[in-house]
């Protein structure tokens, strides 16, 4: 298969060994706030290791630790997916799903009614099928999918009788992931799940679809 060597954060260099720690400009002042010496006098051209050498030569123990800590911290990053589902009582039913970024900036949320027919466990896996057409449609193929329903996980890691209501949106959201480059499910407390679960309420008080590109939803309180 063949891989674009363009870097997936900032879509505008090479993806090599000194761009992603050091030279991408998706880093931002991350490297100025560690205050670690010689960090920031990297260039592009010059092999990493070469770099490394010079720089090792003006650091002690501390510096080299963080170092290595923050390059695992930054290779390991991604963007993050959350999304949950509201049954109402009266039969309203509503789905949210927020796309963040690796440093947890809001890249888009969204908020719909859906069926109320439909029991619990399956617009929960309904929400994340939404969610993760909303990173594809943003054009993010590395994801961390997060939520706190355990049993949604499972559902989607085992086989699933593919001609249940359930088994069907499973696929679904197989396809969809089949496209991207790097996914993993991540389990998260409920109480960190706050945001998907006001826009799945949100969701169950209109009759469609409403979506917000880069920015905090109205609806969401943010935390004081
Ligand atoms: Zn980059």
Same mark, same amino acid.
């Given at each position: ?10 879509? &505008? ?9 050091? =030279?991408?400009? +998706? ?29 090792? $030569? ?5 510096? &080299?630790?963080?170092? $290595? ?21 009266? %039969? ?7 796309? @963040?970024?690796?440093?947890? @900036? /809001? ?8 069926? $109320?027919?439909?029991?619990?466990? +399956? ?7 939404? %969610? ?6 943003? =054009?993010?193929?590395?994801? +961390? ?21 359930? =088994?069907?949106? /499973? $696929? ?10 790097? &996914? ?18 949100? =969701? ?5 679809? +409403? ?9 969401? /309180?943010?935390?004081?």
């Amino acid at each position: 298969m063949d891989v674009l060597p363009i870097c997936p954060i900032c879509y &505008f260099e090479d993806e090599s060994v000194i761009h992603t720690p050091l =030279g991408c400009s +998706q880093l931002g002042d991350i490297w100025k706030k560690t205050n670690i010496p010689f960090v920031e006098e990297f260039d592009c051209e010059i092999p990493f290791v070469e770099w490394l050498e010079s720089a090792i $030569a003006q650091w002690n123990a501390n510096h &080299f630790a963080s170092f $290595a800590i923050i390059c695992y911290l930054l290779w390991n990053r991604r963007n993050d997916v959350n999304s949950n589902a509201s049954l109402h009582s009266d %039969g309203r039913a509503g789905l949210g799903c927020v796309v @963040r970024s690796w440093d947890g @900036r /809001v890249l888009a949320a969204m908020a719909l009614n859906t069926s $109320a027919s439909a029991f619990v466990t +399956q617009i929960k896996v309904e929400a994340v099928l939404k %969610g993760v057409e909303l990173a594809r449609d943003l =054009g993010i193929f590395k994801v +961390q999918i997060e939520g706190y329903c355990e049993w949604v996980w499972s559902s989607l890691s085992k086989g699933f009788d593919p001609l249940s209501p359930i =088994g069907t949106v /499973v $696929a679904n959201i197989r396809s969809v992931l089949s496209s991207f480059t790097e &996914f993993q499910f991540h389990w998260i407390p409920r109480v960190a799940n706050k945001v998907a679960h006001e826009l799945a309420q949100h =969701g169950c008080t209109f009759n469609s679809c +409403q979506v917000w590109p880069e920015d905090n939803p109205s609806v969401i /309180v943010p935390c004081s």
